[in-house]
């Protein structure tokens, strides 16, 4: 055993820089999140299903136009809300219970690093979902509109940042097995009736609740933008409510231990 | 040992509550550097609260709490650095592999320890691409030091680092433990393993019920190696009449039920062949025989134990 002596002091800054800390975080978060197989299921094999039944099945009625400009919007939006609500809370629902948490909220990444590196690893896997939904929609027949893409990418920004937060509070505030369990039911309810695959408008009565909840803003913000090219102005702005107050609840309520 | 250590953890009338429960009430001490500390306890006398103030993982309420003179939770930023943490318990998720956890935690330093060498001298190497929850315990305990200890800290906080260790493994920690201490880093442990803190120790800081009982050096602790004795007889005999025979200096107490030892508590007074005397003549009135009456050294469990029967209102104890 030869430990070198480090009796000096220790140089002036003795941690690495914080792009390399978050970096470092965001890839050992990624890949544990690719390597999980529940979560593959969650974020990649369950939306292709979606994908798939939802375009050459007319069980559900999609609204007016072909089916699978409807449906690959939305089953865009619901890969997104896998990753960064469902999979993201039980990931750190489980890592707050080992400990893990505070554990890294003592090495130099700190807690803010771990949220960076945590929210940085969503994003990589959104990425990666986005390619695979994408191209999977497009050889099913889907043509996004281009000018869409760039509104859509905001409404796709706002729409992780809000669900990242509320992720986060459910994490931070209940048992893992708790989390385990809510997330898991948030996410079957949005999926049926939370105006992610299907617009809030064809959900009867409580559509013009859920165009107000984050995932309706984020399934039509998605649709409009993706199938007609505009800006969804009024689902960008419930977005960014919903980041605010989730983040502002979460900074509030959430324990790390 | 350094001439004069230099003061790398200072603790000061640390009170923490959880609630209304206080889980430290008004604990003070010192850890040097290029010295092994023990925080020593019975489980609930608040060592993980402390070491965990230390930490910055817990905010005081009252007292202060300095670390290379810092303040742990306003210099977080300078401290993470500085400082090497492994939690009660390990902290390490279940899924990850252990040689991408030892990597993640080196990526946060400019000049990390080399991991291979750190997996080598704790010997895990035959585990790395085994998922953590399937490690054993010791396993466990051995990453979790290793992530403690990458980023070469000038302070160590280790909760409980045998917790859980096969003696082999056990032995595996002290050295890397000691070896640490003669690079000058300064080791904070805590335990409630008596015989760890007494042989690895430099000093030892006594805790029960949230305060520090006793602090000092396992010698100073156990009086500079003098000699007690000891025995068992039925629980419960008066002492008194034993107490008033015995010099100044030299107490008999009954440290627990029907175990008793006499010993001194000064450097001024020693254990005499005519309390040895005085001690079976005792026996004798009273038709009492000191089973397993044995002449030795006091050891850290000895003191601990007596001063733990002082603390205690039920505890007899005489002078």
């Known amino acids: 055993m030869i430990l070198e002596p480090t009796a000096h002091p220790a140089p002036t800054e003795a941690a690495a820089p914080v792009a390399q800390r978050v970096l470092a975080q965001a890839r050992f978060d990624a890949r544990s999140m690719l390597r999980n197989g529940e979560q593959l299921m969650l974020t990649v094999i369950l939306p292709l299903l979606v994908l798939v039944g939802l375009s050459r099945s007319s069980v559900v009625d999609l609204g007016d136009g072909p089916r699978i400009q409807l449906a690959a ?55 990666i979902q986005i390619v695979l939904l994408g191209t999977a929609g ?16 905001l409404v796709g920004v706002l729409g992780t940042a809000a669900f990242v937060s509320l992720g986060l509070l459910l994490a931070g505030t209940l048992r893992a097995e708790a989390v385990l369990a809510a997330a898991n039911l948030i996410w079957v309810l949005l999926l049926a009736g939370g105006g992610v695959v299907l617009a809030a408008d064809r959900l009867g009565p409580v559509g013009p609740v859920v165009q107000w909840l984050p995932s309706g803003a984020l399934g039509d913000g998605l649709r409009s933008s993706l199938s007609s090219g505009t800006w969804p102005w009024l689902d960008l702005a419930v977005l960014l409510a919903w980041a605010v107050i989730g983040t502002a609840a979460t900074v509030r309520w959430f324990r790390w231990d | 040992m350094p001439e004069s250590p230099s003061v790398a953890v200072e603790v000061t009338d640390l009170v923490k509550r959880y609630g209304t429960r206080p889980a430290v009430a008004g604990a003070s001490f010192t850890a040097a550097a290029g010295q092994v500390t023990a925080v020593l306890g019975p489980n609930g006398a608040g ?104 980023g070469r800290p000038l302070v160590a906080f280790l909760d409980e680092p045998t917790a859980g260790l096969d003696p082999q493994a056990r032995i595996v920690v002290h050295d890397l433990i000691r070896e640490l201490r003669s690079t000058g880093v300064a080791v904070v442990l805590t335990t409630h393993l008596l015989d760890e803190a007494e042989r690895l120790a430099d000093q030892v800081v006594l805790m029960a019920g949230g305060r520090v009982v006793a602090a000092g050096s396992p010698q100073e602790l156990t009086g500079g190696g003098g000699a007690t004795l000891s025995f068992d007889a039925v629980a419960g005999v008066e ?6 025979q015995l010099p100044a200096g030299i107490t008999v107490t009954e440290i627990r ?19 040895v005397a005085a ?41």
């Open chain 2, 279 to 319: 001690v079976t003549a005792w026996c004798a009135r009273l038709g009492m025989m000191p089973e397993g009456l044995t002449l030795g050294r006091r050891s850290l469990e000895d003191v601990f134990l007596e001063i733990a029967a002082r603390e205690h209102p039920a505890a007899v104890a005489v002078r």
């Open chain 1, 138 to 153: 497009v050889l099913l027949g889907w043509r996004p509109d281009s000018a869409g893409i760039v509104p859509a990418l």
């Open chain 2, 239 to 244: 002492l008194t009449a034993l107490a008033v």
């Open chain 2, 47 to 150: 060592k993980t609260s402390t070491v965990e103030c230390c930490e910055g993982l817990r905010k005081p309420d009252g007292g202060t709490v300095r670390v290379l003179g810092r303040d742990p939770l306003r210099d977080g930023g300078w401290l993470r650095p500085r400082v090497g943490v492994m939690l009660q318990g390990g902290g390490m998720p279940g899924a990850a592999r252990a040689a991408d956890v030892l990597q993640l935690a080196a990526a946060m330093y400019r000049r990390p320890r080399d991991p291979g060498e750190l997996i080598a001298a704790l010997d895990l190497g035959a585990q790395l691409r085994t998922p953590i929850r399937r490690l054993s315990g010791g396993q466990q305990q051995r990453l979790a030091l290793a992530v403690a200890l990458i």
């Open chain 1, 73 to 127: 919007p939305g089953v865009l939006a619901l890969a997104l809300i896998s990753t960064s609500f469902t999979g993201q809370a039980i990931a750190t629902g489980f890592d707050r219970r080992a400990g893990l948490l505070r554990l890294l909220g003592t090495t130099p990444l700190g807690r803010t690093g771990l949220i960076a590196g945590r929210v940085g690893a969503v994003l990589a896997v959104q990425l």
């Open chain 2, 257 to 275: 039920p029907g175990r008793y030892v006499v010993g001194s508590h000064s450097p001024q007074a020693q254990l005499s062949p005519a309390d």
